[in-house]
């Protein structure tokens, strides 16, 4: 399923995870479908775990698990366009992420992790992200205060399904952290 465009700009366009005819990492711009951005040319591969696009800063995230994951050496790979337009890659082991304190992209590889890779799971992170005031993929927030206050939002709202979603996701990431200590 893909999703762009959801009703304003600060809301990203998404890409799910589906397989595909080539599925080999060597070459990151033959495996993705390209999608005009807002300042570039935003590369979304449908290969991937989790993937997403900011079109207010043209960012993009591809999550994909490292060629040499296991459970005990939870690596991932991410890799995609920052906000200049350039490619990056990064390694994350989400073993070591604190979602107190740290990037956008470090917390798409644990939210992947820890199974979070639905349709409305990838709407919390975009939601996620406007609530932590990031300017870019690459900033630390408290992505775990950005989700109590988003539940806190959701109780005013009367909206449960949106409160037991964020509820859960914080469960998921804590019970994960708690695991890992």
């Not at 109590?148 to 109780?155: I, S, T």
């Not at 909206?159 to 037991?164: F, K, Q």
């Amino acid at each position: 399923m893909s999703v762009s465009g959801i009703g304003t700009a600060s809301y990203p366009a998404w890409q799910g995870a589906r397989k595909v005819e080539s599925s080999t990492k060597g070459d990151f711009g033959a495996n993705v479908k390209g999608v005009s951005g807002a300042k570039n040319v935003v590369h979304l591969a449908p290969d991937a775990l989790f993937s997403i696009y900011d079109a207010q800063t043209g960012e993009s995230a591809n999550v994909y698990r490292a060629d040499d994951y296991s459970e005990e050496n939870p690596l991932y790979l991410i890799k995609g366009m920052d906000k200049n337009g350039n490619e990056y890659e990064q390694t994350v082991d989400v073993s070591k992420v604190n979602p107190n304190s740290c990037s956008y992209k470090e917390m798409l590889a644990l939210n992947a992790h820890t199974g979070n890779k639905s349709d409305s799971n990838f709407l919390s992170m975009a939601i996620m992200k406007d609530k932590a005031g990031t300017s870019s993929y690459h900033e630390k927030a408290d992505w775990l205060s950005a989700a109590y206050a988003l539940m806190d939002d959701m109780k005013t709202l009367g909206n449960w399904d949106g409160y037991l979603r964020y509820g859960k996701w914080i469960n998921d990431i804590m019970t994960f952290c708690k695991s890992k200590s």
